[in-house]
């Protein structure tokens, strides 16, 4: 029997007011305009200023527009699985904490913690329960709040990240054949000690000691975190398109998770793709984790075309990373 596929049905987007420059973080710390565009491509990023406020207001926002969208009520949605690594507290659940926010009172939420590449994870995950006929409304969110846990005193990450949310709804296909066709996604933990959060965890309780020595921020080492990013993207979209038979000609969309304009040339220049083929939004939002892939099909979405085939594909902390191949549904 033909499985049902899981399509993508609709898109919201969310980024906050604040616009952090360039020019601002050159007060901040020791860094330049021209280095932060030349090594990264980021002119600036949007920061969720508003006391009060977390990565679940961030998702709420996006899923308030995909539902507008969608013209779909909160009470019609079977799960919502949220893709973060800035929950907005270690437990409740942020997904559970967005299904309360949205009113989604016939919904579950969980989040999932898989870094850069967590929307690829939990896009693939939601897939599964709409394949299997369990759900018929999934919604997967992508959303994180970078800045409470940047070391704004830390130029070798203050320049990078932002924050922001995006949405997707996952329902059964209409066409048989449009939808998410196919996932590799891999991890492998070889990463854990250049780009992670050192305490606050249960291997290292926060005390006023880690706080003293700043290890609630973000960690990388950024170096060799590049090096894996081009290579695992590159491995993981040849895998993907050997599988299902497609050539470049095949592919109108590479989405990559942006965390540096140099990895995206790099890997479209390894995969001799070109780069108007490849979703760029980084120079304006910076690298907001969980949320890039789903920020891009947001702001890319007058551009998408039904049929069209996208590749999205990811690298991130762990190691974690893959790629999806979706056939756009409307
Ligand atoms: O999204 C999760 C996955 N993360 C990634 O994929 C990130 C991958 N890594 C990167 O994107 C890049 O490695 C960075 C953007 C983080 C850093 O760029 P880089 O070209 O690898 O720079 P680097 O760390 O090798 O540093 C080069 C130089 C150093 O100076 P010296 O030692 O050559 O004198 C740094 O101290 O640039 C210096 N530097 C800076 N200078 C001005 C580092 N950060 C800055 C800065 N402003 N903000």
């Known amino acids: 029997m033909k499985k049902t596929l899981a399509a993508i049905t609709g898109i919201g ?8 420059t360039n020019k601002e973080l050159e007060t901040m710390v020791d860094t330049n305009d021209e280095w932060i565009r030349s090594r990264t491509g980021i002119s600036e990023r949007r920061i969720l200023k508003t006391p009060g406020k977390a990565t679940s207001d961030m998702a709420v926002e996006a899923a308030k527009r995909l539902l507008d969208q969608l013209k779909m009520d909160p009470l019609e949605i079977d799960l919502i699985i949220c893709a973060t690594v800035t929950e907005d507290m270690s437990f409740p659940d942020t997904g559970t904490l967005i299904c309360y926010k949205l009113g989604a009172k016939n919904a579950f939420g969980f989040d999932m913690h898989a870094a850069c590449s967590g929307f690829l994870y939990a896009l693939t995950t939601g897939a599964q329960f709409i394949q299997a006929g369990t759900y018929k409304k999934v919604m997967i969110i992508g959303a994180d709040k970078m800045s409470s846990i940047t070391d704004y005193t830390d130029r070798a990450t203050c320049i990078l ?7 997707v709804m996952l329902e059964p296909a209409q066409d048989d054949d449009l939808g998410i066709i196919d996932s590799v996604l891999y991890g492998d933990g070889e990463g854990k000690d250049v780009l992670y959060m050192k305490a606050g965890g249960s291997l290292n309780p926060t005390t006023h000691e880690t706080v003293d020595r700043k290890e609630h921020f973000l960690y990388q080492d950024g170096r060799p975190v590049f090096k894996k990013a081009v290579a695992g993207m590159v491995s993981s979209i040849e895998e993907i398109m050997t599988r299902n038979h497609l050539t470049n000609e095949d592919i109108d969309w590479i989405v990559p998770h942006q965390a540096n304009m140099r990895i995206l040339t790099s890997v479209a220049g390894m995969l001799d793709m070109p780069m108007d083929k490849v979703m760029v939004n980084i120079d304006r939002y910076g690298n907001t984790t969980a949320a890039t892939i789903p920020l891009c099909l947001w702001d890319y979405r007058d551009k998408l075309k039904k049929g069209d085939n996208l590749i999205l594909t990811a ?9 999806t191949y979706v056939k756009w549904a409307f």
Do not use: I
Request: zero cysteines.
């Open 315 to 323: 690298f991130g902390g762990g190691y974690t990373w893959g790629a």
């Open 161 to 167: 990240f932002g924050d922001g949310a995006g949405a």
């Open 13 to 20: 987007g969310y980024v906050p007011d604040y616009v952090l």
